[in-house]
């Protein structure tokens, strides 16, 4: 008879071989796993970050004026009075009594105290000059002249000519200007004008290069200027019951800058 071999049975492998596998297999791991980070950063696999800017809109930077006009309510003479006399106290005494008058007359017209302020007041020696060539002090001139605010326009030319009958030879009329006494809606209208010529202007540069009008960027008013509102040159008061004045029309000048994006 054939003899029967024992079935062939996997070789048993010890506990403790076994176990000492098993940390090998895991050590293994843990060394790939560190690896890898050094595998991606190896210089080859360099992977670089740009920050990448947007570019910068276009703009158009353009100016605009505006102007608005108005019937004045408001003028402002100006007078005083001078009195020359051999004396300084004499030329004080003179003065005083002509800037009483002019005062009184002032109110005659119904001008309101507050609305009369002294400008300046002042005294000085008058020199001639003598056959020898010498200057010699013959005598003081002193004068004051006046702020005075006629709210009335139509009455201006009647208060200069009441300053003169009052005060005589010693009045002086320095000159006149005519205003707005609140010009908060005449630059109101004027800045409205500025701005929109000012855009108008940026939308056709926009529409000739291409583009359209974007946001507002930032926007630059100027100085307001009211031209025509300087005094009028004065001359001796001579009297009469009013002097004809025209007060014309005060006008208000904006300027703006503005700048828009073009997109």
Request: cysteine-free; hydrophobic content about 45%; aromatic content about 2%.
């Amino acid at each position: 008879m054939t003899p029967r071999h024992p079935a062939s049975r996997p070789a048993r492998i010890p506990a403790r071989t076994g176990r000492a596998l098993a940390v090998a297999a895991g050590l293994g791991a843990l060394l790939l796993g560190a690896a890898a980070p050094a595998v991606a950063a190896a210089p080859g696999a360099t992977v670089r970050h740009t920050a990448v800017r947007a570019a910068a809109p276009a703009t158009v930077t353009v100016s605009g004026s505006g102007r608005a006009s108005a019937a004045p309510d408001l003028a402002v003479v100006s007078v005083g009075v001078e009195a020359t006399r051999p004396t300084a106290k004499e030329a004080m005494a003179a003065q005083s009594t002509a800037a009483t008058a002019l005062l009184d007359a002032l109110r005659g017209q119904g001008i309101a105290d507050r609305d009369v302020r002294t400008e300046n007041l002042s005294l000085s020696p008058v020199y001639t000059q003598t056959a020898e060539g010498e200057s010699k002090v013959t005598g003081y001139q002193a004068g004051q002249s006046f702020s005075v605010k006629v709210r009335d326009v139509d009455k201006a030319g009647q208060v200069v000519g009441a300053v003169g009958d009052a005060t005589g030879d010693a009045g002086r009329v320095n000159g006149v200007s005519f205003d707005v006494s609140d010009p908060t809606a005449l630059r109101a209208k004027a800045r409205e004008a500025a701005f929109r010529d000012a855009r108008a202007k940026a939308a056709q540069h926009a529409e000739l290069s291409g583009h359209r009008l974007g946001r507002l960027v930032s926007l630059t008013e100027g100085e307001a200027v009211r031209p025509g509102t300087g005094a009028v040159p004065g001359a001796p008061a001579d009297g009469g019951a009013s002097v004809p004045l025209a007060p014309g029309e005060i006008e208000e000048h904006v300027t703006v800058t503005v700048v828009y994006e073009l997109i």
